[in-house]
């Protein structure tokens, strides 16, 4: 068998030099200091050829012209120079590389979605077990971080277990910047026991939670791909002993989340944190009969404060009036 003749290419091509270019370069290299008539004698070439070549190192900046005469920089720093313009274009490159996977993701998503469309089923998992739901949120969240888990929960059984069992590993994937968590529950559910002192880990580690008099069923979704829906729709998790279905169809989960910030646009934010403490401080004290001066002297606020805690809670509860806002904070356990 006949043995093809291997071409090696000239290494200089990489940062812009051809042959004939790299050839005079060397030339220059051994002169050190030459005149155009010296280079193309030694090159063998017409005087007018070799004189734009040198002009293409010159622009380079591998050799500098001076008084007629050309010299050679040092190789380290003409061709280091060189190959960092070089390794620039590749690091910019490779970001447009990046940038383009991430739109080809995207067109995937909707290729999909399409696709379902069409053809009717979804990619649909039935997940059975409080640990394997808990498990499988944090193992996407490890895949594809942070990412944005949208929780609803509608019965003091489901919150009650997630306090007791399941809330640290999602409070630890919060502060590693895993996830990024908003839930809305029940107000009912505040006055389980431990339920404030999770919540309150729960929103120093960055989630968000709200609550509304009523949540209408148990449902999630996990970022912009999967999504959680309950065996039969309403109620809670533990009524079908923790069986759901795992949907991982773009459509479906626009439809849920579309249902969350609806959900999250009525309800109501808890009332903690220093903001929350103050407006119930001051509902708190009203509660009691205390005026305006009273409850100021009584915090070491000035009225003015009070008023704007008063106005913070009303806006907070929807409330038309301090009255009303007392009833509303009293019903939503904020005096409790």
């Known amino acids: 068998m006949r043995n093809e003749p291997t071409t090696v290419s000239d290494p200089l091509e990489t940062l812009g030099l051809d042959p004939a270019q790299t050839a005079l370069y060397t030339a220059v290299l051994r002169l050190h200091r030459a005149t155009l008539a010296e280079l193309a004698e030694a090159m063998d070439g017409p005087a007018d050829k070799v004189g734009r070549q040198l002009e293409d190192l010159v622009r380079l900046g591998v050799v500098d012209e001076r008084s007629g005469e050309y010299l050679a920089r040092h190789p380290a720093a003409a061709l280091g120079r060189l190959i960092a313009e070089r390794l620039d274009r590749l690091a910019e490159e490779s970001r447009r590389i990046d940038s383009a996977l991430g739109s080809i993701r995207g067109l995937i998503r909707d290729y999909d979605a399409g696709r379902h469309y069409q053809s009717g089923p979804f990619p649909v998992e039935l997940v059975s077990g409080a640990d394997v739901l808990y498990e499988s949120v944090v193992g996407m969240a490890v895949q594809a971080p942070p990412l944005e888990l949208l929780i609803a929960i509608p019965d003091e059984r489901t919150m009650t277990d997630f306090v007791r069992k399941f809330a640290d590993p999602w409070i630890d994937a919060q502060r590693r910047r895993l996830l990024s968590m908003r839930a809305v529950i029940p107000v009912t559910t505040l006055a389980l026991p431990g339920v404030r002192d999770q919540l309150t880990r729960l929103l120093e580690s960055g989630g968000r ?91 070491g606020v000035s009225v003015r404060t009070v008023r704007a805690r008063f106005a913070d809670a009303m806006a907070e509860l929807g409330a038309q009036s301090r009255f009303h806002a007392g009833v509303e904070a009293s019903r939503r356990g904020w005096l409790g």
């Open 209 to 299: 939670v709200r609550t509304l008099d009523r949540v209408p069923s148990w449902f999630m979704t996990a970022g912009p791909e999967a999504a959680g829906l309950p065996a039969l729709w309403g109620g809670g998790l533990p009524d079908h002993a923790y069986n759901f279905y795992l949907v991982r169809a773009p459509i479906v989960v626009g439809v849920l989340r579309s249902l969350f910030e609806e959900l999250w646009s009525r309800s109501v934010p808890l009332p903690w944190g220093r903001r929350g403490d103050g407006m119930v401080q001051v509902l708190r004290l009203a509660a009691q009969g205390m005026c305006d001066d009273s409850i100021a002297r009584q915090l």
